[in-house]
């Protein structure tokens, strides 16, 4: 009787540990089929570190995978939050072209340095400059209390300038736009999003530069 319960234990015992055995084995070949796990900037094709006006930001964080990530810039002097990258993909061509706005906003035509025409308004303590830059819609967005430094016009033919400088509106996308502001804001005000098929990238900033420089490296990847 000893002998058959024994053996009825060491059967049972065997059991388990087989059964333990496919649960790792399942658990293992989840994880090779999710091999677009995004466990570093690189992966991602952003920086870890942006240089901007004497401030510096670095990625403090990365979570999801190449389908569907965010990376977190916190500053180095006070470990503020002050940009985010995020990189998600749709269902759809149109769901992904829908998480893009690229709003035109009206008013007076002006013309920028290099002749673009564009569009000025008043919008509550805000001049908006907005016009089309290839497949890019572009605000430019000065405060009114910096007017009599920053001319509106000006500052928006500074950023069309920036902005070709550094690779962004030149780049082909699906859909993109971009909403900057002439000083840095208590938000990540600043925006630069753009769709490429199911895929929406975005980035958001305290800081135009910071923006425009996360923006270029990760565009740099899609073409």
């Known amino acids: 009787m000893l002998r058959k319960q024994k053996l009825i234990t060491a059967v049972a015992t065997l059991a388990i540990c087989v059964g333990a055995g496919v649960g790792l084995n399942k658990a293992a070949s989840l994880i090779s089929v999710q091999g677009d796990s995004a466990t570093s900037t690189t992966q991602l094709s ?3 570190k942006v240089d901007s006006d004497g401030s510096t930001a670095e ?10 990530a965010k990376v977190t810039y916190k500053t180095t002097d006070n470990n503020d939050t002050t940009a985010t990258y995020k990189q998600q993909t749709k269902s759809s061509s149109s ?13 007076q035509t002006i013309t920028l340095t290099n002749g673009t025409k564009a569009e000025e308004q008043g919008v509550m ?15 430019a967005v ?14 928006a033919s500074k950023v069309s300038k920036q902005l ?14 971009v909403t ?7 938000s990540q005000a600043n925006e630069i999003t753009w769709q490429n098929n199911k895929k929406v990238s975005s980035v958001s900033s305290q800081t135009s530069d910071t923006a425009l420089q996360i923006a270029k490296s990760a565009l740099k990847s899609d073409n």
Request: no cysteine; aromatic share 4%.
């Open 59 to 68: 990625a403090s964080s990365v979570s999801g995978t190449n389908a569907n």
């Open 46 to 48: 952003v920086p870890t």
């Open 95 to 107: 769901n992904a072209a829908s998480d893009v706005s690229a709003a035109t906003h009206g008013g």
């Open 180 to 186: 900057v502001y002439d000083t840095a804001q208590d």
């Open 125 to 139: 303590g805000h001049i908006l400059v907005n016009w089309k830059q290839g497949d890019w819609t572009v605000t």
């Open 142 to 155: 000065t405060d009114t209390s910096t007017i009599a430094h920053s001319d509106p016009s000006t500052v």
């Open 164 to 177: 070709k400088s550094n690779n962004i509106t030149n780049q082909s996308v699906d859909k993109g736009a």
